[in-house]
Every structure is written in structure tokens, then in C-alpha cells.
């Protein structure tokens, strides 16, 4: 009896294990023929691990075959690898003092630059650092644009000739848009060349956010987590890496009006353009000029997306939650 007891445990117990293992959320919607080449519309959107109490930035490490992603209250950078689970990666990761800094004192945005370095959009040290996976600690990318301190920077991508674009919004700082210690008068997008040289490319925004660059780094594009100006902007690129005046190519004033989509944080493109824009209710599917194609809907603000394993694999970031989802397509 007691080994039939003990069986039966072992089973009940993998049987919870499996299901904590293929927990789902939400669904995939189309409004256009043309996004079944990107998605199928039955693709199960896969909860990996949950309980973050706001993650971020999610970034696959292609030599070690795993994700990093933040949980910005936090101050963590987590990993997750395939077989393995959970685990904390790097913490403190966004903010070092020794007093509290607000509610959102971690890293935000994560990138693996073209050295293999993890680079961090770091709220409470207010700067954008890269850092190694071998031997030697941070260095400081950019913390001020002429002499003036960062607010909070969000999100970075990064151009195929090695410079790099943020945004700096005053999210992580203790009183937001009304903290003391604000040096500037805009929330910017930033340029960063190749010589580190930080360039301003734009102050007019409400509350920029997520950045992405198009595969053939024509195009850098910046959308916005602002009610008034849900917005993504294409800025033109030059042949030295300086971003142009920027077009708004997508609105998102009536659909955030009738709850459907807006207020965009983090972004990515795939090889073909087509822009996955993370914000309301999920990811919204775009063609490169800015046509809704679809929607990854998973009924709760969404902060972030990035693409993983071969390179098919949306890897998101969703509240509480780490999803996955398969595509048709592949991030450039």
C-alpha cells in the first residue's frame, strides 16, 4: 500500500510539474492576410515563469543559450535556460547606492552588443554600462549629454557600424517627472557613436520608450509609452550613424481610446521590417511603414519583447509573467 501511496504521489506530482510547464495566456489575432506569413494564428503564447513583480528587456545570450530579462523594482537581472529554469543572474543591476531610489531602481532594457557584451539601461546609476561575460567589471557607455545627468535611461538597440540609440524617460526616478534632481528639461532619445560621443536626437517626445533600428539600418525607430502621443516614430539614418527628423508612422490615439492597443514600451523588428510593438493589451504586429497587421494579445500591459533560440522564438516580458511564442519569422 505504501508503494502504491508513493507512486501515486510521484505521479500526481509530475503531473502538477507538467502542468506548471505548459501553463498559456492570451491569443493571436489577425486584422491582416499577410501577418499569417508571421504568426499562426492558433500559436500558443507559453507562461515560462511568473511572480516578477514588473520584468523587462528580455535579451537572448546566443553563446550560452539562455535569457536575460530584468525585474526592474527589483534591481535583478534574471536567467532562464531550457531545461534548467530560473535563476538570479546579476544583482544589484541598475542601481549601487546605499539609500532607497525609488520604486523602480533597476535595470531596464538589455542588449548584447556586437562585442558580446551585455549592456544595461540602468535606472538608478542613470546610464547606459556594458559589461563583459569573462574577466573586468561595468564601464560607462553614457551618463550625461553635455554635462547634464541622465534621467532614467529605458531601452538601447544598437546599429550594424557599432553605434548605439536610448531613451532616457523619467520613469525610474523617485518623483518621476517632478524628481529635484532632473538635470534636463526633455525626456531625449540619444545618440552614441562609435567615438562615445553622446548626440541628442530628439526632446520633443512626451515619454519616449522602446527603440528599435530596421535590418537594412536605414531607419531607427522610437515609439512611446504616452497617453497623449501613444506614437512610433521613424527618424531616418544617416550614412554617419545620425538619426534625421523623425515621422510619425503609426498613431495609436483611437485604438488606445477603444482599449484595443497604445502606450508602447519596448519594441523589436524581424528580418523582414515588420515591427513587434509591445504596450497595451500585448504585441502589436506592424509592416515596416507602420500597417497594423495583428495582434499577440495577452490582456494586460506588456513591456517588452525579444527574439531567441534560432532566432523564430518571441521571448516576453508581460507584467508578472515570461512568456514565449513561436513564429514564422526571425528578429535580423
Known sequence: MKHQLALLLMLLSSSIVLFAQN???????????SCANLID?????EILADGF???EGPVWVKN????LFSDVPKNTIHRWKPGEGLSVFLQPSGYTGILPYGNEPGSNGLLINLKGELVTCEHGDRRIAAMPFGLGGKRTLADNYQGMRLNSPNDITQHPNGDYYFTDPP???PQKEKDPTRETTWFGVYHIAKDGKVSLVDKTLDRPNGTAVSPDGKILYVCQSSGSQPYITAYPIAANGKPGKGKVIFDGSTHLKAGKYGIFDGMKVDKQGNIFASGMNG???????GKPLGQIELGQFTANCGWGDDGSTLYITSDMYLCRVKTKTSGW
Open 23 to 33: 501553463k498559456t495566456i492570451g491569443k493571436v489575432t489577425h486584422f491582416d492576410p
Open 41 to 45: 494564428a492558433q500559436a500558443s503564447i
Open 53 to 55: 513583480e514588473w520584468a
Open 64 to 67: 550560452g543559450g539562455y535569457l
Open 171 to 173: 520613469y525610474g526616478m
Open 283 to 289: 504585441i502589436l504586429i506592424l509592416s515596416p511603414e
